[in-house]
């Protein structure tokens, strides 16, 4: 009779509780625990900022310069009066509303900002869970912890990057596909479809969704042929269309799609090895060679066989457990593809942070159902094995947490409002003598963007030895200054030395980290 009880009762109950949860799954009814985790990870960059104010790096720097312009009405243009095509217009035009709103400069608010994405990150992450297959509040908390303590997502909210807002524009793809793919409805094609369209225009990186998008409307057998054929001209079509307005308007004024890009020479073992290397650092380990090459091509498996597995179980058959595996899975191809094609920076933490929760989620969305379905002598068993691992990994965050506040209390954030850069002897003279520099004469540097940062002058930096004929420019020209930072070496940029030998130039400055100079 009890057992009776239990089927008839327990079960039903427990099926209306889960009905309950899935659809809402941004409630705060249901997201206590993502609330606080929010309010711990907006209180977390609140403490990195607090020495010196948000991180600055030579990107920010051409985000902020741009949005001021913006502001201004004087057009989307960087630090050297430029136009900016290196990056998409999103990002500095977001910036640039908010400055306008509040009448204030990004870097006053970049803190504030940045905490509240941070926060949205981590509610959006915590009601993303609710809706697997198996919700549980044990797995929903850990996994918040681990991104709340993740030093690679504490490094993208500690500066004015463009990831702090590509990550939850991320988020909120794979909630409406989800939607779309459960309920093939016009509605959730065009929010999928506007919120692919603002991801590419935030960052070029962002065009990733689209092929992800593509396969997933495609392959969806809930849809007849016809219907999505046309689903997917319509995706494609609208979802490219912010960013080809921004391309054909970088080619109209530069000539250039999306900036100066230089061809890539990396094999594809340097590839493999250098995206190995950061899942190594993520998992707080030294880099070995074999070992990163090995981790890449795992997390390829990983997210191949999180899209097979989940698209073949019925319960969560095109659920968010299948859209996030397509997601990561297609950024790993991006990346891969694109960096064999374009030289740009080695993979880093920030260059794969879109690929982190994706990447903790294909990893562990089968635990709680796993444990949930063992003997009692088990469970303890396999929930004490999970315990363990789970406390080894966030007692290593914890420690490179520490390990990275201990630095930024006394110094900052690393960047150009580090005290290291702001009390150097260079930029302290620059920065108290803007008077000696006539605004007549340009000003070139193998750091421009820090030279704007520290004067406000627009700066120009020194042409990249990829671009010979701009060199030979350069070193033709006539009545310049040149602004040299020796911390800041750049191994694409002509050296010093062969600048002095092939510019008639005098020094105005010297300093042990860099010099000041003017042609004759």
Not at 156 to 178: H, K
Not at 214 to 221: A, Q, S, V
Request: hydrophobic letters at 50%.
């Amino acid at each position: 009779m009890i057992g009776f009880i239990d089927k008839t009762i327990i079960i039903p109950i427990s099926s209306i509780y889960s009905m309950k949860v899935k659809p809402n799954l941004f409630s705060p009814y249901n997201n206590l625990d993502s609330a606080l985790a929010a309010v711990a990870g907006f209180i977390v960059i609140q403490i990195f900022s607090k020495h010196s104010g948000i991180g600055v790096s030579p990107d920010s720097v051409t985000y902020i310069s741009a949005a001021r312009h913006i502001v201004h009405g004087q057009g989307f243009i960087a630090f050297d009066n430029a136009p900016v095509t290196d990056f998409p217009f999103g990002y500095p035009f977001f910036l640039s509303v908010i400055s306008f709103i509040i009448r204030l400069d990004p870097l006053k608010f970049g803190p504030i900002l940045n905490g509240t994405l941070f926060a949205m990150l981590l509610y959006g992450s915590g009601s993303i869970m609710n809706g697997f297959k198996n919700p549980s509040g044990w797995y929903k908390r850990v996994i918040l912890a681990c991104i709340i303590l993740s030093p690679a997502m504490q490094e993208v909210y500690s500066l004015l990057w463009s990831e702090t807002i590509f990550l939850p524009l991320i988020l909120l793809f794979i909630v409406s596909m989800r939607n779309y793919l459960g309920k093939p409805e016009w509605k959730w094609l065009w929010i999928s479809t506007c919120i692919c369209a603002i991801t590419c225009l935030t960052r070029y990186a962002g065009i990733f969704l689209v092929p992800a998008g593509l396969c997933m409307i495609f392959f969806n057998r809930e849809n007849a042929w016809r219907q999505r054929i046309l689903h997917c001209f319509v995706f494609s079509s609208f979802s490219i269309s912010l960013l080809l307005i921004n391309i054909i308007h970088n080619l109209s004024l530069t000539g250039l799609a999306t900036g100066p890009r230089e061809k890539s020479s990396a094999g594809i073992f340097a590839i493999l090895e250098n995206f190995g290397g950061v899942i190594s650092d993520w998992l707080l380990l030294d880099r070995v060679r074999a070992f990163a090459i090995s981790a890449t091509i795992m997390v390829v498996i990983l997210f191949t066989a999180t899209v097979i597995i989940t698209r073949r179980v019925g319960k969560i058959k095109y659920g968010l457990e299948f859209v996030t595996g397509v997601t990561g899975l297609s950024y790993c191809i991006f990346m891969f593809v694109s960096s064999s094609v374009t030289r740009y920076e080695q993979f880093t933490s920030r260059l794969l942070s879109p690929m982190f929760i994706p990447l903790l989620w294909s990893l562990s969305w089968w635990i709680p159902e796993f444990i949930a379905g063992q003997s009692y002598r088990l469970k303890w068993l396999y929930g004490s094995a999970v315990l363990l691992i789970t406390a080894w990994f966030l007692n290593t965050q914890l420690q490179a947490d520490f390990e990275y506040y201990d630095g930024v209390k006394d110094a900052g954030i690393p960047g150009y409002q580090e005290d290291p850069f702001v009390q150097s002897d260079i930029v302290q003279w620059v920065e108290k003598n803007k008077s000696v520099f006539d605004p007549r004469v340009p000003v070139y540097s193998n750091a421009g963007d820090a030279v704007y940062f520290i004067t406000g002058f627009a700066t120009r930096q020194v042409p990249f030895s990829a671009f010979p004929v701009k060199v030979k420019q350069y070193y033709l020209s006539n009545n310049n200054y040149l602004i040299w930072f020796r911390d800041l070496d750049n191994p694409d940029m002509p050296d010093l030395h062969d600048i002095l030998e092939n510019k008639n130039m005098v020094v105005l400055k010297e300093f042990p980290d860099g010099a000041v100079y003017v042609t004759r």
